[in-house]
């Protein structure tokens, strides 16, 4: 897997937990090397939802968050869907014309807050629906 230079943070859409749980071997490298402490990982809770909608996506990523309090860092973390947060993807919809509210979840994640600079790298199986809400991301993508 070939990452984006500088960026240590992997932001994970639906197709990359599909991945995980296929093999895909760029996710199990991302998330091994999360898991070890040496990159940071965020799943949205947008994308668990998503994910988790026919319950077959979940047995390898529960076994890493498993893992990961097992280990007790915080190089696993679910993004949470707060009130403030899902403003943000109604007003972020309203600017690009996307309204997959997973693909923007995930772009947003993929930015600071507050600077919005691009500090992580995207794995997804549909880099077209992350560059329909920030062309940014492209450079950043990782297409599992």
């Known amino acids: 897997m070939t990452r984006p230079a500088g960026l240590r943070r992997f932001v994970f859409d639906t197709g990359a937990l599909v991945g ?3 093999g895909n071997p760029d996710v199990i490298e991302a998330l091994e090397r999360i898991l070890a402490g040496e990159l940071e990982g965020v799943v949205p809770r947008t994308v668990l939802a998503e994910a988790g909608r026919d319950g077959t996506h979940r047995v390898r ?3 890493a968050f498993n893992r990961a309090r097992r280990i007790r ?3 696993l973390v679910i993004d949470e869907l707060t009130p403030e947060r899902a403003m943000e993807i109604g007003r972020k919809i309203g600017e690009c014309g996307h309204d997959d509210v997973v693909d923007v979840n995930v772009a947003l994640c993929a930015r600071s ?11 997804t199986g549909d880099r077209d629906g992350i560059t329909r ?9 990782i297409d599992v």
Not at 133 to 141: E, N
Request: net charge negative.
């Open 133 to 141: 809400v920030d062309g940014a991301l492209d450079r950043v993508i």
């Open 61 to 63: 990523l529960a076994a």
């Open 73 to 75: 860092h915080g190089s």
């Open 20 to 22: 995980l749980e296929r």
């Open 113 to 123: 807050s507050p600077s919005g600079v691009v500090d992580a790298i995207v794995l």
